[in-house]
């Protein structure tokens, strides 16, 4: 009987254990194509999906300078619900191509994700 007690309560763990928000992307890159410099900053909108059974949490967003900016939001998502992730590029001082990674790290079961934004900026003439 004990056996038994014991196998069950292991089996409702593990099954409580894999119960988790899980972010699935619409896309994960995004190119601006050519952006002038003199127009300024320009942004775009990740969404992502809560696929999971139970609510996910953004918990950080980081990008690899201070020219990208992200928004996000801090509350649970539901299972089943959408979020954005807008990600402002500044071009200012800058000229050529570029790529920028975009870390998500999120309470779900996928853990890390990098999202990329890239282009070409024309600089000022």
């Known amino acids: 009987m004990k056996k038994i007690l014991t196998v069950m309560v292991a089996a409702f763990v593990c099954l409580a254990a894999f119960a988790q928000g899980h972010a699935t992307y619409k896309v994960k890159e995004h190119d601006f194509g050519y952006i002038k410099e003199a127009k300024g900053a320009v942004s775009h909108t990740f969404e992502l999906k809560n696929t ?18 992200p ?49 070409t900026i024309i600089p000022r003439k």
């Open 71 to 119: 928004e996000f939001p801090t509350k649970p998502i539901k299972p089943g619900k959408t979020a954005k992730i807008k990600v402002t590029f500044n071009p200012a001082g800058r000229s050529g191509a570029f790529m920028k990674p975009v870390k998500v790290k999120t309470s779900g079961d996928e853990g890390r994700t990098t999202l990329t934004i890239r282009g």
């Open 52 to 69: 999971g059974d139970k609510p996910l949490v953004i918990m950080q967003v980081v990008t690899s300078c201070g020219c990208t900016r």
